[in-house]
């Protein structure tokens, strides 16, 4: 392989960079929208059956790259951010309400 070659390969890998960013980002706004719909509707946030699918079948038709645990990883990491995204939980506001939530789970354990 050639640095010419080496080159190519780095000009694809930044090409996939950003469509994956675009995806995800993509991906960020819809939770938000899911999330406003499960607020105004009275709907459970989080929904541990519909990801267990989703993984599973993101898994089943997974090809050749990342390992199945790899893969695993990966997804339950972007499940775990747009839970949040769908909770309302998302940036400072985010970090500050799981302080609060925080606080409150271990004063009432000290009661």
């Known amino acids: 392989m050639t640095a010419l070659d080496l080159a190519r ?23 938000r929208e899911i999330g406003a719909w499960k607020r105004a509707h009275g709907v459970a946030a989080v929904d541990r059956a519909r990801e267990r699918a989703m993984l599973a079948a993101l898994l089943a038709g997974a090809g050749a790259g990342y390992s199945r645990a790899a893969l695993t990883r990966i997804l339950r990491a ?22 609060r939530l925080r ?9």
Not at 104 to 110: D, Q
């Open 78 to 99: 972007v499940f775990a951010e747009s839970r949040a995204l769908v909770q309302g939980l998302a940036g400072r506001e985010a970090i500050l309400r799981r302080a």
């Open 9 to 31: 390969l780095r000009r694809r890998m930044d090409a996939l960079n950003r469509r994956l960013g675009d995806v995800l980002q993509a991906r960020a706004r819809l939770c």
């Open 103 to 111: 606080r409150a789970r271990l004063s009432a354990r000290r009661r």
